[in-house]
């Protein structure tokens, strides 16, 4: 049992649901209680979807179980074949039918439609969103296109000369981050190489479009945690070869269209000789030098915080201080992204655990999913959204995608909106006691943070007490919070033995702006130990400073 | 797999006479019922969850479930929910399930954590859910043996909120029900006093305690209390209201306990509203004159922000879809105060007792269904073609595409819609979407 606060994705039936959702012509009858439609909701108001998902749910109540929930369950399935006439079907169990155990296949299978029916085993009480998407996606193709798999042995026929070279998309679904505009981007850069894309599945699909995935030269999985179970099938199954960089930032664009390039046996040059963003551009420009090495914190699926990474390392010129997922399934791959930055990932699901390394990282700018946009807002610290679980919010009318050149373009204006410009911040470093410069404010947006106490605080602080209430009215105090936590801490290290704060070197720590000072003084702190010091004067504090100058 | 029939419910009311309510014919109240089974799109209890944990202060929800209920509850509160939440979710994995861990060992272990990340915590729910009820995990001794270890700080209650038992607002039924028991005993010689029972907004709370106050009824409590300790006492000589429609197995309980129900309509628009008090009037044989003269001014007032919107409102065709209960009161509401001519009136359950006064002044002719099939609701609807839906998230942005308007039904249960000062914001809730339609040009 496992004490859950928030959660960052869903139970793996929602997974099923957002391949079904994304699809047409496709119907999923799922076994279930009331209550568990509200998972409908995801789709038509987060995503702003204007039709219901295609799913029916039995909703069988506790007066049904022991009696009829089998009976239930053919009737519902029946009424749904016969109501939206889909060209294939999925059934399954949520996380309660699967504790009844009716056996939702085999149910299914007696019914004899005449259709494809396609069983889902969705261990609710292991498995997740994704990999419930991920295998749903998986079985589809291997049920509708199992029928023309190359025998074992048989080479792939070769194309025939003059005929396009075409590809399938594998990954985007319904309640995905940017998936729509993501597939719209990529379409275009392979139009520009001349490739045809043969089937996107499962976004926008029917289940005769799946049928024909093995018809294509090739794959590319846009999002591996949805696509690369199917691709992995498709490349037995049909000798397909897939692609596997993910076009997030201008570097690995790049380095997709040269691999795609390679695949279909294509001259792309012509597309890496010109500059087709302007994030390049921007970030060389003088004016961004302000973003240099600022500590960012990421955290997200896996596919996005990998490529975030990079992108923020290599074409931000930030300084990567924490990286992490809440995919264990990709867990191996971010942990080896990570060593490129020296540092360990943070592999969790359990945000109190990311809540606790972002307070102690100090960062300078948090990209993460709209978990760490509340942690951040709480701490007063500027943050992107770089990943699902997602808001409505994320689901902007203007065009926005994360891949390509374009997506670079994006995230380079998402990324910098939250942040001060470069002359901004000296403003406010150099005269601190302009009393309409508030110290709260490290982001031009004019949020101001709820409570920023809790960046200063010792860990062991209950992160859960900031209630509404507490923080509406608590809120003009919070830095006095800061410091009163503060003075409490230091009161603790006198006892230890630790050196002692001058008062004038305490009241020249408050300059720094608030959201370093925590850092400034550990350092500081750290500093005067090893010096063997027992008081903090402001010679102290500036040799400090010079100490750990970066 | 729908059941559809129509089943004549030909019970006689327990009262003959229609108190103030104009012409006297019965209503709804000898109309038939359509009860339907088959899917519904509605919320389960734990929804309620959303509104209860900000209504007592000290109180934490701990579900006892799987990750669909933690998704649930984020999902249903994620726009709304700005702080920090008093919920949160022990999500039952396989070694659960499968024996390898003892689950009530592994639940102390969770309210461990949580009481110790939370001493500010004075009262914890366990909310049973699907998966919990399934495998039959007893939430009730779990919450005796934690009430035990952490009684007097922490006290320690159950209660369901699962999707085989409850619709969403049945879940806050289920939670001050498993309150009732813990109300102190009233004295003996305890003078009358009175029970208002159902989560308020506190600004709708503070107008009712001013209201009685004036009317010299009292002593007032309200069921649930902003804070754990206050839990009202109760006995022969408590009286109750009840605010909210869907409170059948709280008012069994406090009928258990002694106290007697004051049969009104909801306090839902001024007509309700006044009946709901005066009922409480005539309990404590406060003069006419007096009522007359404490609630004209806010009857008044509230007269006069609903007439804003009557016109918007008046002929308007209205089909509700089932979702907290609250519709045959604002049904009613909406058809004698707003003029608006009412197609349907589902509701996931009718309780016909605590309903009797407002199916009385349900006006005849309207279909009334109970329960639901969504498909074959749909289906109706679009038959009707009406002015104005109300209906939950999954259904609205669909019809809206489909070119039909829509209320949000949850914005029923999260606004503050009770009482003569929220009359106008209760009208003004359905005219918006109608204003709107008339505002946009793309």
């Known amino acids: 049992m496992q004490l859950t606060l928030w959660t960052y994705e869903g139970p793996p039936h929602v997974g099923a649901m957002r391949v079904a959702t994304a699809m047409k012509g496709l119907h999923y009858v799922l076994h279930a209680p009331q209550g568990d439609t509200y998972a409908d909701l995801l789709f038509t108001m987060i995503e702003r979807r204007n039709h219901r998902p295609p799913v029916t749910y039995t909703t069988f109540q506790a007066r049904d179980l022991g009696s009829d929930t089998a009976v239930i369950f053919k009737e519902a399935m029946l009424s749904a074949y016969e109501r939206f006439k889909p060209q294939a079907m999925l059934v399954g169990s949520s996380c309660t039918a699967e504790l009844i155990q009716d056996d939702p296949a085999g149910l299914a299978k007696a019914l004899n439609l005449p259709i494809p029916v396609v069983p889902l085993e969705l261990p609710s009480y292991q498995r997740k969103e994704n990999w419930g998407a991920s295998e749903t996606f998986y079985h589809l193709t291997r049920t509708l296109c199992g029928p023309k798999a190359l025998p074992p042995g048989a080479e792939r026929p070769a194309r025939a000369d003059g005929a396009p070279v075409t590809c399938n998309l594998l990954g985007p679904t319904a309640l995905g981050f940017r998936h729509r505009d993501d597939v719209t981007e990529i379409t275009r850069i392979l139009d520009a190489m001349d490739i045809t894309v043969n089937v996107v599945a499962p976004l926008d699909a029917t289940p005769m479009d799946v049928a024909c995935l093995g018809e294509a030269d090739f794959n590319i999985v846009m999002y591996p945690e949805l696509g690369e179970t199917t691709a992995k099938w498709l490349e037995r199954a049909f000798r397909q070869p897939t692609v596997r960089t993910v076009p997030i930032g201008v570097g690995a664009t790049k380095r997709f269209i040269t691999e795609v390039a390679e695949i279909a046996g294509i001259d792309a040059q012509h597309m890496l000789d010109r500059e087709l963003s302007r994030l390049p551009w921007y970030s060389r420009s003088i004016d961004s030098t302000y973003l240099t090495g600022k500590r960012v914190f990421i955290f997200g699926d896996a596919t996005h915080a990998i490529a975030a990474a990079e992108v923020a390392a290599d074409e931000f010129g930030f300084q990567v201080v924490g990286l992490g997922t809440y995919a264990r399934e990709q867990a191996r791959d971010v942990r080896e992204a990570a060593k490129r930055y020296g540092l360990e990932a943070l592999i969790t699901d359990d945000y109190l655990e990311v809540e606790d390394q972002i307070a102690e990282l100090h960062p300078e700018l948090v990209l993460g999913t709209q978990m760490e946009r509340h942690i951040a807002k709480r701490f007063g610290i500027p943050c992107a959204v770089i990943s699902a679980p997602v808001h409505v919010h994320d689901y902007p009318a203007r065009y926005s995608p994360q891949m390509g050149f374009e997506g670079a373009n994006v995230i380079f204006d998402t990324w910098v909106h939250p942040l001060m410009m470069g002359l901004e911040e000296h403003l406010l470093g150099m005269f601190r006691e302009d009393f309409e410069f508030n110290d709260q404010t490290p982001s031009h947006l004019g949020h101001k943070p709820e409570n920023a106490a809790p960046v200063d605080r010792p860990t062991s602080t209950p992160a859960l007490t900031q209630d509404l209430d507490v923080a509406v009215i608590q809120r003009p105090q919070a830095d006095m919070q800061a410091d009163m936590q503060a003075d409490a801490q230091a009161e603790i290290k006198t006892d230890a033995g630790a050196p002692v704060w001058a008062a004038e070197a305490e009241k020249e720590l408050k300059k720094i702006p608030f959201f370093v000072r925590g850092k400034a003084r550990r350092n500081t702190e750290a500093f005067a130990a090893t010096q063997g010091l027992t008081t903090i004067t402001l010679d102290t504090l500036y040799d400090a400073k010079a100490h750990f100058a970066r | 797999m729908s059941d559809t029939a129509y089943s004549l419910d030909t019970r006689p009311e327990a009262r003959g006479t229609a108190g103030s309510n104009g012409p006297s014919n019965n209503g709804c109240t000898d109309a038939p019922v359509l009860k339907e ?406």
């Open chain 2, 37 to 442: 089974r088959g899917q519904r799109e509605v919320f389960c209890g734990l929804t309620g969850i959303v509104w209860m944990h900000r209504k007592i202060q000290d109180a934490f929800f701990l579900v006892v479930g799987s990750r669909t209920c933690a998704h649930l509850i984020q999902s249903a509160a994620g726009v709304m929910i700005f702080a920090e939440p008093r919920f949160g979710t022990a999500i039952i994995d396989e070694r659960d399930l499968a024996g390898l861990a003892d689950a009530n060992e592994e639940l102390d272990k969770c309210v461990e954590r949580l009481l110790s990340r939370r001493p500010d915590i004075k009262m914890l729910f366990l909310v049973g859910s699907c998966p919990s009820e399934v495998i039959k995990l007893d939430l009730s001794r779990a919450a005796q043996r934690l009430s035990r270890r952490h009684m007097p700080d922490v006290r320690v209650l159950n209660y369901s909120g699962s999707g085989i038992e409850t619709t969403f607002t049945q879940g806050e039924d289920a939670c001050l029900a498993s309150l009732v028991p813990e109300m102190p005993a009233e004295a003996a010689n305890a003078d009358q006093s009175l029970i208002v029972v159902g989560a308020l907004a506190d600004v709708v709370e503070d107008q009712f305690r001013r209201l009685f106050a004036m009317l010299g009824i009292g002593p007032v409590t309200f069921l649930p209390p902003r804070r754990a300790a206050d839990l009202p006492a109760v006995g022969p000589n408590t009286r109750f209201l009840l605010a909210q429609p869907f409170l059948a197995d709280t008012a069994r309980s406090l009928e258990e306990r002694g106290a007697k129900r004051l049969s009104a309509p909801f306090p839902l628009g001024e007509e309700g509203t006044t009946g709901w008090l005066e009922a409480a009037a005539q309990a404590w044989n406060i003069p006419a004159e007096t009522f007359e003269a404490v609630t004209r001014p806010a009857r008044e007032r509230a007269k006069t922000a609903i007439a804003h919107y009557r016109d918007a409102l008046q002929g308007k065709r209205l089909f509700f879809f089932p979702d907290s209960q609250l519709e045959p009161p604002i049904a009613r509401f909406l058809a004698r105060e707003c003029g608006v001519d009412l197609v349907e009136v589902g509701t996931p359950f009718l309780h016909r007792e605590h309903l009797s006064e407002e199916l009385k002044m349900l006006p005849e002719g309207l279909r009334l269904s109970e329960g639901q099939d969504v498909d074959l609701q749909l289906d109706r609807c679009r038959a009707d073609a009406p002015d104005l839906v109300v209906c939950g998230l999954g259904l609205a942005n669909p019809l809206e595409a489909e070119g039909i308007a829509t209320k949000w039904s949850i914005e029923l249960v999260f606004t503050p819609i009770h009482g003569y000062e929220q009359a106008g914001d209760l009208a003004e809730l359905f005219r918006r979407p109608l204003d709107r339609r008339g505002r946009l040009k793309v």
